[in-house]
């Protein structure tokens, strides 16, 4: 950088272009680039996927797709930095020739329209390895790289293997194998090495990269202190979660095509994603350099190591948020919490069940019967029922219902209330309780007061269950039938004894 020209243009905001933006890294860099002052704009095959994103109202949408190279120029108009975040994943048969076309297009636009720097997330290759002996998934992501950094322009190509954080696929393979299996017969690939990274140091490479030198234009691998093997990982997540130690036994029958099909089986992650993510574990992948501190440095207490990574992974159950934070807050939350873009199959198992109600009542009637749940007024469902569960919970050394609660219709933040614990209230809105009683997991009960678009009063019951181990499932499971009488007579009743309340002056019965 020369004179002080240079510095106040260090100094400008950056126009940045983020492709990818409905997907895992994506969708959590937007936010980041935001909150840094940085102007986005998203090129997305699909507008409507970021309509339900907190931040879409803050940046520009281009409809276009990467192999389309009107669309990728007419999005890069402006633009001073472009990152390049997509990758089929082995999605067909001729994925690689997908690839390698968009990555040629996405590098002569930017030369073409005057981009400053394209910043691309690729894949960390073994060292030592011919290419052409790399999965294909892992050779695509290497050729794609190459391709950006010989289009002439500026290029930071960052290599990382597993990227922990909830959503991310490799992460939630790992997650689900452990949580699911408390013996396995593993492919050999679980002893394979492998140099994980917190997502949150991923997109804290990603931000820095925007600013590198002109002069500069290189892959950096970059990777997390811990060098484990996949059975380590595998262990060291079981013990971050108060799982047992695992039981691995590796055998050499299991090829990747095979290994896939296992993984759908036990997982919710599909074969086409469990192939390649298996397939690339065949080789060694640990970091050769850590160059990039050059240019971005790390700050106190980063990189994270492989238990933090995990445990910030974790943080929306730990937490309790129950509800994801990106959907419903206004200022995203942290790198690693789910986004409602992210695949169903991603955020680890969270058992629900749902029931919603019309109420023939106003909201502050339904609200004085949710308020007074539990204690001598009961739950409202098969009393008998109830009681034995507390009279169970009490054999096994819980706290049963004999705690009642401390008043008898108000009820605040912390109160135990039979074997529940209120965790937030959000007067005449919102009711949730987390359980005490002893089970194979955490769990709680939300009851709403909301009104539809005719205002008319509606009731909405929602009871989560995140299980703990192989036992959390099978206790869901083997309850899951009950739900229907439980549950469901719960929110009939509730809206019934709302319904006979008296009408306290002020408020008007909703029409029914």
């Not at 959000?426 to 009851?447: D, S």
Request: overall charge neutral.
């Amino acid at each position: 950088m020369d004179g002080t020209g240079g510095q106040s243009r260090d100094r400008e905001p950056l126009t940045c272009l983020v492709t990818g933006a409905s997907g895992y890294i994506g969708g959590r860099l937007v936010p980041v680039l935001l909150g840094q002052g940085y102007r986005v704009r998203c090129l997305v095959r699909s507008p409507d996927k970021l309509r339900d994103q907190p931040w879409a109202r803050a940046v520009e949408v281009a409809r276009g797709d990467v192999t389309d190279p009107s669309s990728v120029g007419e999005a890069m108009e402006g633009v001073d930095v472009a990152y390049y975040l997509v990758h089929s994943l082995g999605a067909t048969a001729s994925f690689e020739d997908t690839d390698r076309q968009a990555a040629g297009i996405f590098g002569k636009q930017a030369g073409e329209r005057g981009v400053r720097r394209i910043v691309y997330l690729g894949g960390l290759t073994p060292a030592g390895v011919p290419e052409a002996d790399l999965s294909p998934h892992l050779r695509s992501r290497a050729e794609v790289g190459r391709i950006l950094l010989e289009c002439g322009v500026p290029v930071t190509v960052l290599q990382a293997a597993v990227i922990i954080g909830s959503g991310s696929a490799s992460f939630e393979m790992l997650r689900y194998l452990t949580e699911r299996l408390p013996v396995m017969v593993t492919p050999r690939w679980v002893r394979t090495r492998i140099q994980p990274i917190a997502v949150s140091d991923v997109l804290r490479l990603l931000v820095g990269s925007a600013r590198m030198p002109q002069d500069v234009s290189r892959a950096f691998d970059i990777g997390g202190p811990d060098v484990l093997t996949y059975a380590e990982m595998m262990q060291r997540y079981a013990a971050a979660t108060g799982l047992p130690r695992r039981l691995i036994v590796p055998v050499p029958i299991l090829t990747p095509s095979l290994s896939s099909h296992w993984i759908g089986l036990v997982t919710p992650v599909p074969p086409s994603i469990a192939r390649p993510l298996t397939e690339s574990l065949r080789h060694e992948v640990v970091c050769r350099e850590h160059d990039i501190t050059a240019y971005v440095p790390d700050p106190p207490g980063h990189p994270l190591g492989f238990e933090s990574a995990v445990t910030l992974a974790l943080q929306r159950v730990r937490d309790a948020q129950v509800t994801t934070r990106w959907s419903s807050a206004a200022v995203p939350g942290a790198p690693s919490d789910p986004l409602p873009t992210d695949p169903d199959w991603a955020g680890g198992s969270l058992y629900t069940d749902l029931r919603e109600q019309p109420v023939d009542a106003s909201p502050e009637a339904l609200w004085r019967v949710i308020e007074g749940i539990g204690g001598d007024n009961g739950w409202y469902s098969l009393p008998l029922a109830w009681a034995a569960r507390g009279w169970l919970d009490r054999l096994t050394g819980g706290v049963g219902l004999r705690r009642g609660r401390r008043d008898a219709t108000r009820l605040r933040v912390g109160d135990s209330l039979d074997f529940w614990r209120v965790e937030e209230i959000e007067p005449r809105r919102l009711l949730r309780l987390r359980a005490e009683m002893r089970l194979p997991g955490l769990a709680w009960l939300e009851m709403r007061v909301s009104t539809d678009d005719r205002g008319r009063t509606r009731y909405r019951q929602r009871a989560i269950f995140h299980p703990r181990g192989l036992l959390g499932h099978l206790y869901w499971w083997s309850i899951s039938p009950f739900h229907a009488v439980v549950f469901g007579a719960m929110a009939h009743n509730i809206a019934r004894a709302a319904a006979a309340e008296p009408t306290v002056r002020g408020e008007s019965a909703a029409a029914g």
